[in-house]
């Protein structure tokens, strides 16, 4: 049982070998004897030049191929958006410098790098269903769309074409994954807090034939709690040891295409709001409405304050010349018009529910196909959010006891979680604690059951964080 951890020694970063609970296999370490040609999706980011320098320096007999992805139209964008004295285009500035920095590790590291550009497939496979779900008020999560479609998808079917003598494509996405079985075993990382298999939770489990994962075992930054007996080292000191050009570029955050901009008002450029509200003659006004007495506490101009009507369930509602804080509950129409039903304060019962439904087509089994029913797991709604334990049974609506294909699962959560929305990716897990957490899927929400409001019952004493820096539920006041 192996796994391959870099150190540093000599002034030369090796690679070591350390025992694991479960074996990987040649897809999901590095392997010191056979030779292989390997294409490194080569971001300009910290991450990914890493893994490269990895490959290409500690196994000198692999071939190493960098290749850049563009998958966002900046030109397109500066030419069709409205500039106001609010807003700054930030155009291509970027990307060009992503560009610029993959080309100097590259050269650095005396490997060949290639741009390609899937905007078209970005645009028709992530963009465009995620305007299109934010216009029906759900809570769509681009980023686990760009690893199904684009990552492991558009990028493996060009090296195929493209490049098909590369055996490996490699990532410098932060999970390990073993090949032992039938199928894929996706386990989270090493460093929990980059852990990133809720991100790639909806990508087909035959995706990660042949795919590397070098960082699954290294932690980002130097853990606080690291032990004088633990040698290895992260991937920023690797960076700096190795003299990268980019050793000390900071993390990119938030979703890629909207980059330091406000996302009501980057979503505004691309969805007609005059869709929102009824076309004869109705009001363009948005009512904020109180969920316990259905009193209309505000309204606002859409068009003047769009981050209102693209906030998500759970998110604050800066309603101006209130005093109280406001919360999203929920949105509908009522009387043809566009309403925000918001609650006072953070902990209010309407925001939590303990029931959640994924339809069955739409969850992604790594195995291939649902454990059986009923089970019981663990699971989250947000990225790094502390997993909560569940059964999976499944729904009234199913046409098949196994939940094959036909109606919904249903998610009955121990705790109830707060903000639960439609589109958001549930992702189910196993084991963890000492062992290793085994990723099992996911899926979008369809649906919450009702919530502690509508049911009139009372939250427990001790909530349920809402995401992994969520002191605030520790206990309920």
């Known amino acids: 049982m192996k796994r391959f951890l870099s150190l540093v020694t000599n002034k030369k970063i090796r690679l070591a070998c350390t025992s694991r609970t479960i074996r990987h296999s040649s897809a999901s370490t590095i392997e010191c004897y056979s030779k292989r040609k390997i294409g490194v999706a080569l971001s300009g980011g910290v991450d990914s030049s890493v893994v490269a320098y990895l490959l290409s320096r500690n196994q000198p007999n692999d071939e190493v191929t960098g290749i ?31 560009w610029k920095d993959a080309r100097a590790v590259a050269s650095q590291l005396n490997i060949p790098i290639h741009h390609v550009s899937f905007q078209a497939e ?11 779900q934010i216009s029906e008020s759900i809570t769509p999560n681009p980023d686990v769309d760009c690893n199904k479609y684009i990552k492991f998808g558009a990028l493996k079917d060009y090296l195929k074409k493209k490049f098909r003598d590369i055996d490996y494509l490699a990532t410098a996405d932060y999970i390990l994954h ?51 007996d633990d040698s290895s080292f992260s991937v920023r000191e690797v960076a700096k040891h190795a003299k990268l050009p980019n050793a000390s570029k900071r993390d990119s955050v938030g979703i890629c295409f909207i980059g330091k901009r406000k996302h009501g008002d980057f979503i505004n450029e691309y969805i007609d709001l005059s869709n929102e509200c009824d076309d004869n003659n109705s009001s363009s006004l948005v009512q904020c409405i109180n969920v316990e007495n259905n009193d209309v506490i505000s309204t606002f101009d859409p068009v003047v304050s769009p981050s209102l009507i693209y906030s998500t369930i759970g998110q604050g509602a800066k309603i101006s010349g209130v005093a109280q804080k406001w919360f999203v509950v929920d949105k509908y129409d009522r009387w043809k018009s566009p309403c925000l039903l918001v609650c006072p304060g953070t902990h209010h019962p309407s925001l939590y529910a303990d029931r959640l439904y994924i339809r069955c087509k739409d969850l992604n089994w790594m195995a291939g196909g649902p454990p059986p029913i009923p089970f019981r797991l663990k699971c989250r709604i947000r990225h790094l959010q502390p997993l909560v334990d569940c059964e999976i049974v499944v729904g009234s609506d199913c046409m098949s006891k196994d939940g094959d294909g036909f109606g919904s699962y249903e998610i009955r959560l121990k ?50 964080p809402s995401g992994l820096n969520d002191n605030s539920s520790v206990k309920k006041k």
């Open 68 to 98: 850049h992805m563009s998958n966002w139209d900046y030109a397109d964008e500066a030419e069709t958006t409205v500039t106001t004295p609010k807003k700054k285009k930030y155009e291509s500035y970027c990307w060009e410098q992503d």
């Open 122 to 132: 970005y645009w028709n496979d992530v963009f465009q269903p995620y305007c299109q």
């Open 178 to 228: 073993s090949s032992n079985a039938d199928k894929p075993i996706l386990l989270s990382a090493r460093d929990r807090s980059k852990d990133q298999s809720y991100f790639l939770s909806s990508v087909p489990a035959e995706a990660f034939s042949r795919v590397l994962f070098p960082l699954g075992d290294l932690y980002k930054n130097v853990p606080f709690n690291k032990s004088q």
């Open 415 to 464: 705790l109830p979680l707060r903000g639960i929305a439609q589109g958001q990716v549930c992702v189910f897990y196993s084991g963890g604690k000492e062992g290793d957490l085994i990723c099992l899927g996911g899926g979008p929400i369809d649906r919450r059951g009702p919530n502690y409001w509508e049911m009139q019952k009372a939250l427990p004493k001790i909530l349920h």
